[in-house]
């Protein structure tokens, strides 16, 4: 997160403390591209909160180390076969996986003050339970088995993180950023079983994720610490893994989104606020969907809920 008038740097020796919060009601069915209302969809509801604590070790290098809390619903309705029954929730919540990562800026800040661009790189440890059991309800009696992938705390796979980010000043008022965020894990599967009918879905599936932004930041109310943002967005899960198989269930696809947001700078306070609107969704075929349906000219996709918008705030207090 770049501060007000574009301030990306902090002093070598400060730490930063930030908690973000993320809210999701997934709710809108797709399949590839398509929207399919469904009466029976599941729907998720997500609450991620991330205590982040960073360290300027100097000038150009730094640390940051992060830890997810997450409370998460899922509500489906009673299925056997294609017959239907009331609805029910599962929850799940806890302690995500952790993650460190360590960042360097390309050039110098003291002579890059302008534009800069910074790479970092990261590992994420497995600490999130990835085989959570709830109750699930059925036409006879409860069942007790493992939870929908989407909102399992943890993958079960240790994973390595790049992000980079450049930021660059127009004139006095206005400053251009990027952001790019992916998580390659390259175990394929953690052995934790999903319950669903297709053999080759049997097993979770350990997913590569991705995140990229382009944006400008603009004053809103300078004299009071109050910039804007506009961004382009987008987020998702590739159906193929950058290293390693990407056999097993996942439910691959990406949301395109526009990102209006706000910051509010005072001192060593920031202040954070976004609520990126989705334009467009696409849940693509999985590895499962090729083996199941090999044809190249029919669908041949699972379904996926998607969110109309997410709701991000943060705050971050630099000493």
Same mark, same amino acid.
Do not use: C
């Given at each position: 997160?770049?501060?007000?008038?574009?301030?990306?740097?902090?002093?070598?020796?400060?730490? /930063?403390?930030?908690?973000?919060?993320?809210? /999701?009601?997934?709710?809108?069915?797709?399949?590839?591209?398509?929207?399919?209302?469904?009466?029976?969809?599941?729907?998720?509801?997500?609450?991620?909160?991330?205590?982040?604590?960073?360290?300027?070790?100097?000038?150009?290098?730094?640390?940051?180390?992060?830890?997810?809390?997450?409370?998460?619903?899922?509500?489906?309705?009673?299925?056997?076969?294609? =017959?239907?029954?009331?609805?029910?929730?599962?929850?799940?919540?806890?302690?995500? *996986?952790?993650?460190?990562?360590?960042?360097?800026?390309?050039?110098?800040?003291?002579?890059? /003050?302008?534009?800069?661009?910074?790479?970092?790189?990261?590992?994420?440890?497995? =600490?999130?339970?990835?085989?959570?059991?709830?109750?699930?309800? =059925?036409?006879?009696?409860?069942?007790?088995?493992?939870?929908?992938?989407?909102?399992?705390?943890? *993958?079960?796979?240790?994973?390595?993180?790049?992000?980079?980010? =450049?930021?660059?000043?127009?004139?006095?008022?206005?400053?251009?950023?990027?952001?790019? *965020?992916?998580?390659?894990?390259?175990?394929?599967?953690?052995?934790?079983?999903?319950?669903?009918?297709?053999?080759?879905?049997?097993?979770?599936?350990?997913?590569?994720?991705?995140?990229?932004?382009?944006?400008?930041?603009?004053?809103?109310?300078?004299?009071?610490?109050?910039?804007?943002?506009?961004?382009?967005?987008?987020?998702?899960?590739?159906?193929? *893994?950058?290293?390693?198989?990407?056999?097993?269930?996942?439910?691959?696809?990406?949301?395109?989104?526009?990102?209006?947001?706000?910051?509010?700078?005072? /001192?060593?306070?920031?202040?954070?606020?976004?609520?990126?609107?989705?334009?467009?969704?696409?849940?693509?075929?999985?590895?499962?969907?090729?083996?199941?349906?090999?044809?190249?000219?029919?669908?041949?996709?699972?379904?996926?809920?998607?969110?109309?918008?997410?709701?991000?705030?943060?705050?971050?207090?630099?000493?």
């Amino acid at each position: 997160m770049i501060g007000a008038r574009g301030e990306a740097y902090v002093a070598p020796g400060s730490w /930063q403390v930030s908690v973000f919060y993320r809210n /999701q009601h997934s709710d809108r069915r797709f399949v590839g591209s398509n929207e399919e209302p469904d009466p029976h969809v599941a729907v998720n509801d997500l609450n991620v909160f991330d205590l982040t604590i960073s360290y300027a070790l100097t000038s150009r290098y730094g640390f940051d180390l992060n830890l997810p809390v997450l409370v998460m619903n899922r509500e489906q309705s009673i299925r056997s076969g294609q =017959t239907f029954g009331s609805r029910f929730s599962t929850q799940a919540g806890g302690l995500g *996986d952790v993650s460190v990562m360590a960042r360097r800026w390309f050039f110098d800040p003291a002579k890059a /003050q302008r534009r800069n661009v910074s790479v970092g790189l990261g590992i994420k440890i497995p =600490t999130g339970k990835d085989d959570v059991r709830d109750e699930f309800q =059925t036409f006879g009696a409860p069942v007790v088995q493992t939870v929908d992938q989407s909102i399992q705390p943890g *993958d079960g796979g240790w994973g390595f993180m790049l992000r980079a980010s =450049t930021f660059g000043r127009l004139g006095e008022s206005f400053t251009l950023f990027s952001t790019l *965020d992916y998580l390659s894990n390259p175990k394929e599967t953690n052995g934790v079983p999903t319950y669903r009918p297709r053999a080759s879905e049997a097993i979770m599936s350990v997913p590569d994720q991705y995140l990229g932004r382009l944006g400008i930041q603009f004053p809103v109310g300078p004299k009071w610490g109050i910039w804007g943002n506009l961004a382009g967005r987008i987020e998702g899960v590739p159906a193929h *893994d950058l290293f390693g198989g990407s056999a097993g269930f996942r439910r691959p696809g990406y949301a395109v989104s526009i990102e209006p947001g706000l910051i509010i700078s005072r /001192q060593a306070n920031t202040l954070f606020a976004s609520v990126p609107y989705a334009i467009y969704r696409n849940r693509s075929k999985s590895v499962p969907d090729e083996i199941d349906n090999p044809i190249p000219q029919t669908l041949g996709n699972g379904d996926a809920a998607f969110a109309d918008h997410l709701l991000l705030l943060g705050y971050s207090y630099t000493f």
